[in-house]
T-cell receptor, first 112, second 111 residues
Framework: GESVGLHLPTLSVQEGDNSIINCAYS??????FIWYKQESGKGPQFIID?????DKRQGQRVTVLLNKTVKHLSLQIAATQPGDSAVYFC???????????FGTGTLLAVQP | DTGVSQDPRHKITKRGQNVTFRCDPI?????LYWYRQTLGQGPEFLTY????????KSRLLSDRFSAERPKGSFSTLEIQRTEQGDSAMYLC?????????FGSGTRLTVV
């Protein structure tokens, strides 16, 4: 039923701490990966992306790491703030049409 | 507002009724995608348009679902004979090639 879908993996952190959110992707041929933030009642919001020819990319307070050997992505958020509280999804580029295949989300809860 | 617009934001309908949603993409984006998202899950791909051509449809898109993008600009997604299992958030995204911008979605509740 619908309640099964509510059991999102949850990461609870204190304000100011660093957060690390992990994601496993499915297709070893995927060449582009994106992290999205989704707040309640809103669409996914782009955070950072990385191509398969890189293993690390940094943005403002965020870093994405890509390990193609084990098909693993991580999102690091530095100095986590209450406004970072949301569900975070990784997505991989699935095929010639560039459709996105989303992973299981992680709920980030930032405690003030 | 130069983002992706979706209308309506919320729709409550009785089982068996038809509903239609609209998406207005960013004007210079030639690619448009529809996704469906149920509570606690990531968005799932439904269909893709490049300009006015519908180039890919997911197996999730049953024959009760139809999507159009008649002039290569806005798109509509229609669900006929709605079922309770159709209750979900329907998201539209547009892209110029790489990178995507999502709209805020239409929340459909079938009662």
């Amino acid at each position: 039923g619908e309640s099964v879908g509510l059991h999102l993996p949850t990461l609870s952190v204190q304000e100011g701490d660093n957060s690390i959110i992990n994601c496993a992707y499915s297709n070893s041929a995927s060449d582009y990966f994106i992290w999205y933030k989704q707040e309640s009642g809103k669409g996914p919001q782009f955070i950072i992306d990385i191509r398969s020819n890189m293993d690390k990319r940094q943005g403002q307070r965020v870093t994405v790491l890509l390990n193609k050997t084990v098909k693993h992505l991580s999102l690091q958020i530095a100095a986590t703030q209450p406004g970072d509280s949301a569900v975070y999804f990784c997505a991989e580029n699935g095929g010639a049409t560039n459709k996105l295949i989303f992973g299981t989300g992680t709920l980030l809860a930032v405690q003030p | 507002d130069t983002g992706v617009s979706q209308d309506p934001r919320h729709k409550i309908t009785k089982r068996g009724q038809n509903v239609t949603f609209r998406c207005d993409p960013i004007s210079e984006h030639n690619r448009l995608y529809w996704y469906r998202q149920t509570l606690g899950q990531g968005p799932e791909f439904l269909t893709y348009f490049q300009n006015e051509a519908q180039l890919e449809k997911s197996r999730l898109l049953s024959d009760r679902f139809s999507a159009e993008r008649p002039k290569g600009s806005f798109s509509t997604l229609e669900i006929q004979r709605t079922e309770q299992g159709d209750s979900a958030m329907y998201l539209c995204a547009s892209s110029p090639g790489y990178g995507y911008t999502f709209g805020s979605g239409t929340r459909l509740t079938v009662v």
